[in-house]
């Protein structure tokens, strides 16, 4: 678990991409964008409301990957609150780009951010899509008054987005939109994925 004495630690580890397990990048005089290794259904800040975004789908039902976890680890109460959240469309509560949010319920994190990126293969927006689905997500945590934000890597598992090319749409959407958010994390699963953000992050926040 991530407390807060683990966060004062992880502010004096180097942020050079050299192999340390955290990275923090300022991105302003009041935010940072964090990049670490990890679970996302294990991951919060203590003491604070906090949310992790769910790389779901337009159904917003669970499923596999990311989502599956989530949904298991928080318990049976997450679906419920997902079914109330209301259809834009027969079968769909999150359409592509967007975001909803429901409470963590058995999270350690406070709050869970749906959102539904863009499936790759063949789409031609797939690019804006993504990027919608990390500034929605930003905009629904800010109308929440939430100022901790932890995502995956949206799109780059069963939806199949390339890893460099969703990197460069993800930390240049964050930069551009993380202002009034105090940190922002990736938490990523998988160590291939980790350094693909560590670099880009070092190309486009230098
Ligand atoms: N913590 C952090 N990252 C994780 C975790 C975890 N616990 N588990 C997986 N990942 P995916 P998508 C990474 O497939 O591509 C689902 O069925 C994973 O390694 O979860 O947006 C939904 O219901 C990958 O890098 O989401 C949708 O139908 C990243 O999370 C569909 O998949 C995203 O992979 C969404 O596909």
Known sequence: HLTRTHRFRKLSMDTDGAGAGVARFPLSASTSLVIQRGDLTKWFIDGTTDA???PANERMLGGGG???????????????????????RPGVRCPTGEARITPGFKLPASHV??????IYSGNP???DSLRNAYKNSLRVAK????????????????YGYPYEEAATVAISTIKEFANDIKEVHFVMFLEEIYFVWLNKANELLK
């Open 52 to 54: 992790i975004v769910n």
């Open 113 to 118: 951010i749906f959102t539904a990126g863009p």
């Open 125 to 127: 927006t797939a690019a």
């Open 143 to 158: 109308e929440n008054n939430i100022q901790y934000v932890a995502f995956p890597a949206i799109s780059c598992g069963v």
């Open 66 to 88: 990311a989502d599956g976890a989530i949904h298991r680890a928080a318990g049976p109460d997450l679906l419920k609150a997902c079914y109330s959240v209301p259809e834009v």
